[in-house]
C-alpha cells in the first residue's frame, strides 16, 4: 500500500537561524581539501563487446590468445578457459591488457604471473576454507548488496585495529599475517563470484573504505601487501573506489599523488569527509542496500531473507520540517516502518492521526532530537480505528541540507 505524495515541506523562516558566516580566508589545509574533493569525470565501465574495441586493441587481444597458446599453456581463471573461444575468456584477457595499456608482452607476463600465483595461494578453492575470522566477518571487510547498477559492494573498516588487543591477535606474527591476507583475498574472490564476466554485464565491485579511526602506522605493512595482492592479481576488478570518513591529512596526501594518477584512475575515486557519508552513498547506492551505520536501512542478516524492501528517498533542506503523511490505514491494521536521515542531529516524532471526528491524535514517537550516531528507527503501530500516520523531520534550526530515506508496510488484520 503506497500513498501518492506523501511528503509535505514546511519552511519555517520566523524560527532564526545561527548567524551567517563571517568571510574568512582559506587556509592551505581548507584549499587541499576542496582539491581532493574535485570530481574527476565518473569512471565509465568498459562494456568489453569486441565489437567495441579499436582495431588496435582487437589486434592486441588476438596476440596475446595466440602468445598464450604458443606458450603450452592456457589455464583458467574463476573456472573460465582463457582459450577455447568462451567470450567470458575476452573479458578477463581485456581486464589484463587494460592493465598495461594493451601492451601485449606486459600484459601476457602479468596473466602468467597471476595463474602461477593463484595455483600457488589455492585461490580457486579458497572461497570453501574456515580460516577463523567469524569476528571480522560483516566487521572489517564484507560483501553487501549491490550499487544502482548490479556491482556487488564490498566494504572496508579497520577501525577495529586500533584495540592494541585485537591487532596483535589478528597481527601478532608472520603467521597470522598470512592467514589474514588469505581471509582477505577469500572476501575478494566471494565479491568476484557474483561477476557476470560477460560483455554488457556486471564486471567488477564497488570498494567502500571506512577511513575513521583506522591506525594508519600499524596496518601500514598489512595495506600495502593487501594493495600489492590486488594490483598484481585483479585488475580492472574495481569499478569505483569510494573513501568516506575521510580525515583532512588523507586528502592532503591524495592532492599531492594525484597529479601522477591517470586520469582513468581517478575517475574512479570518490573521497567523502566526515558528516557527508550517507549524502555521498546515496548517489550510488540505494539506502535500502546500505548499512545503518553509514545513513542506511540495511541491517545485518537482512540480505539473507531476500531481496530488501525498497526505500524512498528525500531531502531535507535546511530550515525545512518534512512531514510524511501515510492515508488509508484501515482499523485493525499494523503499520510498522523505517526512516533514517544521513547525519541525523535533527528532531523526529510519528503520530497517528484518526479519520474519525472527536477522536485524539496517538503520539507513537514523542519529538526527539536524533544525534548523528543513532541508527535508523524501525517501528510498528497497531491502530483501532481507520487514519493514517504521520513522521516529522524537523531541520528548522540547521542551515544543512541532509539526505533521508523511508519505507513502510501495512498488514491488515486478520481477523
Known sequence: MEASSPISVQQSPQIPLRDSPKPFKKSFVTSLMEVATLRSPSFREDTYFVTHLKSSEKKALQEIKEKLLASHGSGSMWGIPLLGGDERADVILLKFLRARDFRVQDSLAMLKKCLAWRIEFEADTIVEEDLGFKELEGVVAYMHGYDKEGHPVCYNDYGLFRDKEM???????????????????????????????????????????????????????????????????????????????????????????????????????????????????????????????????????????????????????????????????????????????????????????????????????????????????HNSFTSKEAGGMVLSIDNTISRRRKVAAYRYVVRKSTV
Open 167 to 377: 591487532y596483535e591477535r589478528i597481527f601478532g606474527d608472520e603467521e597470522k599475517l598470512k592467514r589474514f591476507l588469505r581471509w582477505r583475498v577469500q572476501v575478494l574472490e566471494r565479491g568476484i563470484n557474483l561477476l557476470h564476466f560477460k560483455p554488457g554485464g556486471v564486471n567488477s565491485l564497488i570498494q567502500v573504505t571506512d577511513l575513521k579511526d583506522m591506525p594508519k602506522r600499524e596496518l601500514r605493512v598489512v595495506s600495502k601487501q593487501i594493495l600489492s595482492l590486488f594490483q598484481d592479481n585483479y585488475p580492472e576488478m574495481v569499478a569505483r573506489k569510494v573513501f568516506i570518513n575521510v580525515p583532512w591529512y588523507f586528502s592532503m596526501l591524495y592532492s599531492m599523488f594525484s597529479p601522477f594518477l591517470t586520469q582513468r584512475t581517478k575517475s574512479k575515486f570518490v573521497i567523502s569527509k566526515e558528516g557527508n557519508v550517507a549524502e555521498t552513498l546515496y548517489k550510488y547506492v540505494k539506502p535500502e542496500n546500505i548499512p545503518v551505520q553509514y545513513g542506511g536501512l540495511s541491517r545485518p542478516g537482512d540480505l539473507q531473507n531476500g531481496p530488501s524492501k525498497p526505500a524512498s528517498e528525500f531531502t531535507v533542506k535546511g530550515g525545512e520540517k518534512v512531514n510524511i503523511q501515510i492515508d488509508g490505514i484501515e482499523a485493525g491494521a499494523t503499520i510498522s516502518w523505517d526512516i533514517v536521515v544521513g547525519g541525523w542531529d535533527i528532531e523526529y516524532s510519528a503520530e497517528f492521526v484518526p479519520s474519525g471526528e472527536g477522536s485524539y491524535i496517538i503520539a507513537i514517537e514523542k519529538a526527539r532530537t536524533i544525534p548523528a550516531s543513532e541508527e535508523p528507527v
